[in-house]
């Protein structure tokens, strides 16, 4: 089965386990609209790759953390496109969830996705206790506080922002954690995938503000020049368009660099530096300096 | 250590965890003030009798049950306070969350608690690996899709609510996750202890309802009337003051005769009749019909 089957299936499969009858239809509804059509699937596709990278003995639990890696970030989205926050009207192609269903239900359907991102961890039957304990402590850590994607928003609350520890905090902390998760599903030291998530994750947040700048909301599938309009940082702004491109292919290379020695290393350089040159739309795109 | 200190001390030290200077500032005093000081702390006062009436041979895990199950208790008043819900000004006898910080934090702060929740469970080192995965799983469920409080909130958002369905979900099963954690933590079956929960849990929503319709908000901490306000489902209203405090009866004498055997049943069951007595003010309270 090809990641993006996997993960798709995955992801049905855990949300019909909570979906019967008995839920309330608008809730149901609600949380399957802010998971489906996905993205991407950026996150839970690396947390993949690295666990195959590291052999990936324990299939069932690998792909629980994918799936706990998705819904946290989902689950992010629509808080976040709140009107209390970004107040987004468009999501992913569509209306924003608060847009399409309101806003106590958008609350609730980011309540109800974090929940059920600890609750998939718990299915993986054959999941080693360990490892569930170690899965549970990434996720936790990559989403609450103090430095969690929770926390990262938080910051914007604040009325003087400490900027790195702000990126950190809201996109590199679920890159970190879904490099860590698949490499503790499959048995891996987590604490050494980290660097490779931080740097995918910044890099990542990095050609984002490069396509707010440069793209248009029809190209973005969400609302564009965001970050000039609400005054949020934006490393395209700060640096220029080809200082943040430099930024950009720097922090690829670092993230290539950081792979600790593995059986699926080579393989795993190659997906990242074949998916690192779509993060760009083509009227932006370079030739990558990282050469595999 | 007294109930009463092992509960507050468990909260501060989880909150402690996670609140280092990384954290920002607003974030993490919203949190406390959400959690500190609090109500009665019924729900985890509850899961650690039940957890002594089943020997307690694990504290530290009873504990971290005890704890999750507040803070959950906790994010679910802080999202149900805010505008899009009950818009309450009032909570625990100050000003709810988002007055005092804020929409933006209120609904961060929610989310921040949901994942403490889950995250103080994998602290309680020497737990044991099956008893980890139980005690996520009932928290999950108490909490999420499709039963828990978060589809509670959601039954008010449909036209059509299953009045039943509402309050197992809204009330129930905070209620009955408490009871079943407690045993679990000390390694009995969890689901002997659910309807020990449900009934109280119940008996609590009626009480409450009661004291909506007969109290001002002076008393209560948080403000009155809100059921008739906001066209809510209210047992008082439902039943009148007499069935309503009838129905209370023979919630609390359900709850006392569903206790399993146990080496501390006989203490609980004498615990529960004498808190069941201060669930109403005294202008309201009757002799019990129930004996230990």
């Known amino acids: 089965m090809d990641t993006h089957t996997r993960i798709e299936r995955a992801l049905v499969s855990a949300l019909e386990g909570v979906s019967q009858q008995d839920c309330p239809g608008g809730l149901r509804a609600a949380v399957h609209y802010a998971v489906f059509p996905g993205g991407a699937r950026i996150r839970p596709r690396l947390c993949l790759q690295v666990a195959r990278a590291c052999g990936d003995p324990d299939p069932a639990a690998s792909t629980a953390a994918a799936v706990g890696i998705e819904l ?156 000039a309009t609400l005054g949020r940082p934006n490393a395209a702004l700060q640096l220029g368009l080809d200082g943040a491109l430099n930024r950009l292919d720097d922090l690829i290379s670092a993230a290539v660099e950081s792979i600790p020695t593995c059986v699926g290393g080579r393989q795993l350089r190659k997906q990242i530096i074949s998916e690192a040159a779509r993060l760009l739309p083509p009227s932006l795109a370079r030739p990558m300096r990282v050469v595999a």
């Open 72 to 227: 946290l970030h989902c689950a992010s989205l629509v808080h976040d496109d709140l009107p209390c926050f970004d107040n987004a009207s468009l999501r992913r192609g569509k209306a924003s969830v608060h847009r399409a269903f309101g806003e106590p239900l958008a609350v609730l359907t980011g309540d109800a996705l974090i929940v059920l991102a600890f609750d998939v961890l718990t299915d993986a039957a054959d999941i080693s206790p360990r490892r569930l304990r170690t899965l549970i402590k990434t996720l936790a850590r990559a989403t609450g506080m103090p430095g969690g994607i929770v926390a990262g928003q938080a910051w914007e609350c604040e009325s003087q922002i400490d900027l790195s520890r702000y990126q950190r905090a809201k996109t590199g902390a679920l890159f970190a954690a879904a490099t860590a998760a698949g490499a503790a599903a499959a048995g891996a030291e987590p604490s050494q995938w980290t660097l490779l998530g931080e740097s995918l994750g910044e890099a990542f947040q990095v050609a984002d503000d490069i396509r707010d700048v440069a793209d248009t909301s029809a190209q973005m599938g969400k609302d564009a020049a965001q970050d």
